[in-house]
């Protein structure tokens, strides 16, 4: 099992382009969720999906589009991108929605927005 | 969710035991203590997690206190591969709704496993 796979690892975009993050996971996992970290901060949520068709927001959604239109992928849009949304972005999956035994992240994709 | 402090860096020798504190003292009846780590430029690692009786899985033990206001994870046999900053986070349990899916990672501590 390849786990949760993030595409691209690294990604330059100048202000005011727009573009996807891929998260795709092959556990057949219920939940999925996008997280940005900064330097010297924790991770904060941006949304989350429980199940395909359902997403929700995180605590910082602004800037930010997801859909969940199968199991395995969870995309993130950025519609125009700005420099604080420069950052490391980790993808992370669950069995349920609950969460109860733990998530497994991905690798990151570390975004500059000059 | 309650919040959690835990000191900012800690040493450890290699082969040693590492014991990482945390303290929560606001937690409530229906809070898990969750433990994650991240090594450095990768994503973070779920450990272990627990209501109130201790735990142990292949990579760790985790001590609740009976007042269940602090705990402690411990490395039996830290090596170098367990450099990484180790964070402890509070939650309610799991499927309470939307607000409760989410981990709440505060700054951690960077545990460094010296040779």
């Known amino acids: 099992n390849a786990g949760v796979t993030q595409t691209p690892k690294f990604q330059v975009l100048k202000t005011g382009q727009s573009m996807t993050l891929q998260c795709a996971q092959d556990?057949?996992?219920?939940?999925m969720s996008w997280y940005r970290q900064d330097p010297g901060m924790g991770l904060r949520l941006i949304h989350y999906?429980?199940?395909?068709?359902?997403?929700d927001q995180g605590e910082v959604p602004n800037g930010y589009n997801v859909s969940r239109s199968t199991t395995e992928d969870f995309p993130l849009r950025l519609l125009s991108a700005a420099p604080s949304q420069t950052s490391v972005y980790f993808c992370?999956?669950?069995?349920?929605?609950?969460?109860?035994?733990?998530?497994?992240f991905g690798s990151g994709t570390r975004l500059t927005v000059v | 969710d309650a919040k959690t402090t835990q000191p900012p860096s800690m040493d450890c020798a290699e082969g040693r035991a590492a014991n990482l504190p945390c303290n929560h003292s606001t937690i409530s009846g229906n809070e898990y203590v969750y433990w994650y780590r991240q090594i450095h430029s990768q994503g973070p690692q779920y450990i272990i997690h627990g209501l109130k009786n201790n735990e142990t899985n292949e990579m760790a033990s985790l001590i609740i206190t009976e007042d269940r206001k602090s705990s402690t994870l411990i490395l039996p046999h830290a090596t170098l591969r367990d450099t990484a900053v180790y964070y402890c986070?509070?939650?309610?349990?799991?499927?309470?709704?939307?607000?409760?899916?989410?981990?709440?990672f505060g700054t951690g501590t960077l545990l460094a496993v010296q040779p």
């Open positions: 556990m057949n996992h219920e939940y």
């Open positions: 992370a999956s669950s069995p349920s929605g609950t969460g109860e035994d733990g998530y497994t």
């Open positions: 986070i509070v939650r309610t349990r799991p499927g309470g709704g939307g607000a409760t899916n989410k981990l709440i």
């Open positions: 999906s429980v199940g395909a068709g359902i997403t």
